[in-house]
């Protein structure tokens, strides 16, 4: 081939882009070598096509479909350019909030199945914790005779409004034990566990204990914790809360499901 045309191969290697993409950018005519040689039908480039091949390869880095690219090869300018990377940016920002969503995702629910990894599933014991933001839904309106579902349905259909993201893990809130011990499966409120809450679990000592079980079903652990609270002179005067470590994600038989309950706790003053 003559000094003043490339190869495919030289092409790419000057160009950065891959053989096999400007061979793909040829076939769909949105890019093509200056001839083909008459012998053996290779692609023969220009020097100069480098620069060209620059704009498509700036947009694709954009990630502006090819069509879109391909409208524009030939009749461009700043304004045209101006509106389609204002039009991509609006495109990007959506994606960004997509996977800081998914990151949130990953990241709480990682944390929560590891722990449930790591319990002893009979031990109660008072841990200190930090802060933990949280979006706490309103009042759960229990009826007579309906069971746990209900209220939990409701809080999902104002999952928008509260901007509650219903992938992230959701837990029961009581306002104090004496209400978790009355009726442990019907929670004050619902909470979800949420990195960009705007509501916050209080940093502090909290009594924690764990059950298997499916959603409003705690089996003996009221009374294991009540018992426990007694025996260590401890009081319990704030809320509750119960955090569903491993869930329909990780089980798919209910009766798996580990929740932690962890109530928050301080030693009775001496002479109470």
């Given at each position: ?6 190869t ?23 890019f093509?070598p200056?001839?083909?040689?008459p ?5 023969c ?5 480098i ?10 880095r954009?990630?502006i ?7 524009a090869?030939?009749n461009?300018?700043p ?20 996977l ?7 990241h709480?629910?990682r944390?929560?199945?590891n722990?449930?990894l ?25 009826v007579e005779?309906?069971?746990?579902f ?7 259909r ?6 509650v ?16 011990l ?12 949420d990195?960009m809450?705007?509501?916050?679990r209080?940093a502090?000592?909290?009594?924690v204990c ?10 003996d ?7 426990y ?12 809360y ?9 089980y798919?038989?209910?009766?798996r499901?580990?929740v932690?309950v962890?109530?928050?706790?301080h ?6």
């Amino acid at each position: 081939m003559k000094d003043d045309y490339l190869t495919i191969r030289e092409f790419s290697k000057l160009s950065g882009i891959e053989s096999t993409t400007l061979r793909y950018w040829d076939e769909i005519g949105l890019f093509s070598p200056e001839k083909r040689d008459p012998q053996n039908n290779y692609r023969c480039y220009t020097p100069q096509q480098i620069i060209a091949a620059n704009f498509i390869t700036v947009m694709s880095r954009l990630n502006i479909p090819l069509k879109t690219i391909a409208g524009a090869v030939n009749n461009r300018d700043p304004e045209s350019i101006m509106e389609m990377i204002e039009q991509q940016e609006k495109v990007l920002d959506r994606e960004m909030m997509k996977l800081r969503e998914s990151y949130s995702i990953i990241h709480t629910r990682r944390e929560l199945i590891n722990r449930g990894l790591k319990v002893d599933e009979s031990e109660i014991s008072v841990v200190r914790w930090g802060e933990q933001e949280i979006i706490l839904g309103p009042p759960s309106e229990f009826v007579e005779g309906k069971t746990f579902f209900e209220p939990f349905i409701q809080f999902c259909r104002q999952a928008k409004e509260l901007r509650v993201n219903l992938n992230l893990p959701i837990g029961g809130y009581h306002e104090n034990l004496e209400n978790f011990l009355r009726a442990p499966g019907r929670p004050d409120r619902f909470f979800s566990i949420d990195p960009m809450g705007h509501s916050k679990r209080e940093a502090g000592d909290y009594l924690v204990c764990y059950v298997r079980g499916g959603y409003g079903e705690f089996g003996d652990l009221p009374q294991r914790m009540a018992a426990y609270i007694q025996e260590s002179s401890l009081v319990c005067d704030g809320p509750v809360y119960a955090t569903y470590l491993h869930d329909e994600v990780c089980y798919r038989d209910p009766d798996r499901y580990l929740v932690q309950v962890a109530a928050t706790v301080h030693k009775a003053s001496a002479g109470r």
